[in-house]
């Protein structure tokens, strides 16, 4: 029933930007602490981001100062924008729930590709 569909990946250049957008359907995501994922093949998915019911957000110390997660309710929709990328942020970038208490069905991920 709940759907999560991630969107707005792409190839882009050292220091460029993208915005990850996250359109949820089955589900009310101003109930939830909504957060971003990330994984590299081989290793195992990350914690990115995350922005709770009040929208107060955290980061992963390796995205801080650089990313930037926001939320639009009234769309139940989740954003990532992302600047200054790195070679090392290409990965597939997934959203969810925080994990604690519900964990909704994975989506498909959107690929991140940042090379020069």
């Known amino acids: 029933q709940v759907q999560l569909v991630e969107s707005g990946g792409g190839l882009v250049q050292p220091g460029g930007s993208l915005r990850l957008s996250c359109a949820a359907s089955?589900?009310?995501?101003?109930?939830?602490?909504m957060g971003w994922y990330r994984q590299i093949p081989g290793q195992r998915r990350e914690w990115v981001a995350i922005?709770?019911?009040?929208?107060?957000?955290n980061y992963a110390d390796f995205v801080k100062e650089r990313f930037t997660i926001s939320r639009d309710n009234a769309k139940n929709t989740v954003f990532l924008q992302m600047n200054s990328l790195k070679p090392e942020d290409t990965a597939v970038y997934y959203c969810?729930?925080?994990?604690?208490?519900?964990?909704?069905?994975w989506g498909q991920g959107t690929q991140v590709t940042v090379s020069p």
């Open positions: 089955g589900t009310i995501i101003s109930f939830h602490t």
């Open positions: 969810n729930t925080d994990l604690a208490e519900v964990v909704f069905p």
């Open positions: 922005i709770d019911n009040n929208e107060d957000t």
